[in-house]
Structure formats: C-alpha cells, structure tokens
C-alpha cells in the first residue's frame, strides 16, 4: 500500500506537482480476484469526470 511505501514519497519529488503521491492523493488502493489470481486495483475517484480511464499494466509488473 502506498502508505506503507516510504520510496514513493521519495520518487514523487520528481514528478510534476500535480502527478505527485503525497498525504491528500493517495489512491483508494484494493484487490480483486480474477481467474485465481489476485488483482491490484489503483483507484482515483472522480465523480465530476466526464469521462474513465482504465489503465491496465501487468504481468506482475508495478503500474505506479
């Protein structure tokens, strides 16, 4: 979870203000289960969007 992880506090320095991880942007983080294997969902809420997106990244790589 990314409140457990003090190395993305670490790498968000790098990134632009507004892409950084920090105290009021977290993500609702969760996991699901799909076909036996369990799923790690980065959740961003946004209820004014217009639109989604879906980001899938996988095969054990980190989407972060």
Known sequence: M???QKAWREISQYLPEK???NSHVFPK???IDWRGNKIHIDHYENKSASAKVFLIHGVGGNGR
Request: hydrophobic residues 20%; charged residues 35%.
């Open 29 to 31: 983080e969760y996991f």
């Open 19 to 21: 892409n950084r991880i």
């Open 2 to 4: 990314y409140t457990e």
